[in-house]
């Protein structure tokens, strides 16, 4: 039995919810509560590992603390044949018409910076905007989609999804992160959005997502920072946060952005001469 939406549902969903993703502030945007079968995401949430424990990327400083999976490594066979079709002609045409860009969008079979993603408590991200080019391929960078795989999650356990206005006056609009929601948003160089504050869920229970991320080969000159052609991610203060301004270097993360064009060997080789 086949899990996955098919084209003809899709084509029409994605007609419905064009105006509204188009339209939505601080940026384009939309979430879907429901998407995906339940049953699927249950297997895909079954095959989850605890990154944590697994030779994932481990980010701890005052910008983020989480755990991303490199690549399909630690896909189970659920995961990895709803990866693959997030991927897809199918739903690429899907994100094509909801967000209504120009340029052909194009997947990401290498799941650079994407795939899975985990939280634990006191874990975060400060919201910033994203890395605007595929370090090997050289695209733009123009979607997100986040979907959501946590039960039972509660409000005060915070990992609320944030989007901020481009002065990074207030959040214009929080996502919970809960089992079977999806968000769909365009990245620019103004797109600012992350969960800001540590999670406070119990020492249990992590925030899981699965990240994907769409380019195309050119953007609207309006979507880029004159000056900022080829950036890393930009990390922002929130205008009232204190800690913010104090640990945040609001500019690009200049080491991040470096070794992310760096080729893996090369990195290796490095670290082992470090040693």
């Known amino acids: 039995m086949n899990l996955l939406p098919n084209k003809n549902d899709l084509a029409e ?161 929080s996502v919970a992160p809960t089992f079977n929601t999806m968000a769909i948003f365009s990245t620019t160089d103004f797109s600012y959005h992350g969960l800001p504050d540590p999670l406070t869920c119990p020492d249990n229970m992590s925030r899981k997502s699965l990240a994907l991320y769409y380019y195309s080969n050119g953007r609207p000159s309006s979507e880029v920072m004159a000056g900022s052609e080829l950036h890393g991610t930009i990390f922002k203060a929130r205008k009232d946060s204190e800690t913010d301004k104090a640990s945040l270097n609001i500019f690009n993360d200049p080491k991040r952005f470096i070794k992310a064009l760096m080729p893996k060997k090369l990195v290796r080789l490095l670290r082992s001469l470090g040693r």
């Open 13 to 173: 969903l994605a007609e419905s919810l064009s105006a509204d993703y188009q339209g939505n502030n601080p940026f384009p945007n939309i979430t879907i509560n429901g998407f995906f079968d339940e049953k699927l995401l249950d297997k895909v949430l079954s095959e989850f590992p605890d990154l944590s424990k697994r030779e994932s990327e481990k980010y701890s400083n005052k910008r983020e603390m989480k755990f991303e999976g490199k690549g399909e490594r630690f896909f189970g066979p659920e995961t990895k044949k709803l990866m693959h079709f997030l991927n897809s002609e199918v739903f690429l045409d899907f994100l094509q018409i909801v967000t209504g860009i120009d340029e052909r969008l194009i997947g990401d079979p290498y799941f650079l910076g994407g795939g899975q993603h985990e939280t634990k408590k006191g874990g975060f991200l400060k919201i910033h905007a994203d890395f605007n080019k595929h370090n090997t391929l050289g695209l733009d960078r123009r979607i997100n989609v986040l979907i959501y795989l946590n039960k039972d999650w509660k409000d005060e356990y915070g990992g609320k999804f944030e989007l901020w206005d481009k002065n990074m006056e207030r959040c214009v609009k």
